[in-house]
């Protein structure tokens, strides 16, 4: 079993930046990929961002360039950083896992980003 807890969202103007981090405790030590997934209101949750254990990423062409995901593996912990921030970025983030394996998947709760014009 893996536990991700997320941090960070909130409020920013457009133009702005935020940080999301997720931390995963329990069988970390089997985390292959992470990943950034987002859901905004009325609309599908769709990748966002990807890392493998590698180091890797890949991204959504709407966030190239503006957002960065990143990852401590000694802290079992992914970063998102979300810069130049747009309206349409405004969802909820979730982080997502998948292990080595099996290639169980787990998910963090969520946390909301508003992005004011």
């Known amino acids: 079993q893996v536990q991700l807890v997320q941090s960070g969202g909130g409020l920013v103007q457009a133009g702005g930046s935020l940080g999301l981090s997720c931390a995963a405790s329990?069988?970390?030590?089997?985390?292959?990929?992470m990943r950034w997934y987002r859901q905004a209101p009325g609309k599908q949750r769709e990748l966002v961002a990807a890392i493998t254990s590698g180091g890797s990423t890949n991204y959504v062409d709407p966030v190239k360039g503006r957002f960065t995901i990143s990852r401590d593996n000694a802290k079992n912990t992914v970063y998102l950083q979300m810069n130049s921030l747009k309206p349409e970025d405004t969802a909820v983030y979730y982080c997502n896992c998948q292990t080595r394996g099996l290639g169980m998947q787990y998910w963090g709760k969520g946390t909301l980003v508003t992005v004011s014009s």
């Open positions: 329990g069988s970390g030590s089997s985390i292959a990929s």
